[in-house]
T-cell receptor, first 112, second 116 residues
Framework: DQQVKQNSPSLSVQEGRISILNCDYT??????FLWYKKYPAEGPTFLIS?????DKNEDGRFTVFLNKSAKHLSLHIVPSQPGDSAVYFC???????????FGQGTRLTINP | EPEVTQTPSHQVTQMGQEVILRCVPI?????FYWYRQILGQKVEFLVS????????KSEIFDDQFSVERPDGSNFTLKIRSTKLEDSAMYFC??????????????FGPGTRLLVL
């Protein structure tokens, strides 16, 4: 099931700089997208979401951009902090469906 | 801040044994879910539950699996006869409204199940 893909398994960013995490999807029925952050031995923690009627949603240091024509979304973290080091999952749901479909995750490391 | 809780945090069992994983969803949430993550793989949907019945399930959720809301607070996942390939992290989640309507699912910390 490759409906949601995160092609970068890892990303390393300097503290204070911008982190950009990418996600692509194939199912045109997806209309709600979420980013979760996960530390080892913990559950996914909700970060930010975006509906397909928008192309941008911002919450503090986190901004999600959605490009529906390219079926692509990205998460921007600025400025990046050491506590942001974690695995980030992109997830999507379709109208009327209850399940979330997850990407493989990207491990973000913020270097001091 | 309200959160989803899960017990136990770790469970080791012998192949063929029954296990019950427990979850307490966020109190005003109406929709409940189980997901699992096999080591090194994606988080996968298992089942969703609303109004005391299964509302959606994946092909993984076969006859060996069952879910129940035995009282007003707990939500359980039972695996009747565990297999080696059931070893995974199991996550419970809940949402206030139907997830497909743009509602966020909130996840618990997970139960790590190891089948020997």
């Amino acid at each position: 099931d490759q409906q949601v893909k995160q092609n970068s398994p890892s990303l390393s960013v300097q503290e204070g700089r911008i982190s950009i995490l990418n996600c692509d999807y194939t199912n045109s029925m997806f209309d709600y997208f979420l980013w979760y952050k996960k530390y080892p031995a913990e559950g996914p923690t909700f970060l930010i979401s975006i509906s397909s009627i928008k192309d941008k949603n911002e919450d503090g240091r986190f901004t999600v951009f959605l490009n529906k024509s390219a079926k692509h979304l990205s998460l921007h973290i600025v400025p990046s902090q050491p506590g942001d080091s974690a695995v980030y999952f992109c997830a999507a749901s379709a109208r009327g469906a209850q399940k979330l479909v997850f990407g493989q995750g990207t491990r973000l490391t913020i270097n001091p | 801040e309200p959160e989803v809780t899960q017990t136990p945090s770790h469970q080791v069992t012998q192949m063929g044994q029954e296990v019950i994983l427990r979850c307490v969803p966020i109190s005003n949430h109406l929709y409940f879910y189980w997901y699992r993550q096999i080591l090194g793989q994606k988080v996968e949907f298992l089942v969703s539950f609303y109004n005391n019945e299964i509302s959606e399930k994946s092909e993984i959720f076969d006859d060996q699996f069952s879910v129940e809301r035995p009282d007003g607070s707990n939500f359980t996942l039972k695996i009747r006869s565990t297999k080696l390939e059931d070893s995974a992290m199991y996550f419970c989640a809940s949402s206030e409204l139907l997830a497909g309507a743009g509602e966020t699912q909130y996840f618990g910390p997970g139960t790590r199940l190891l089948v020997l």
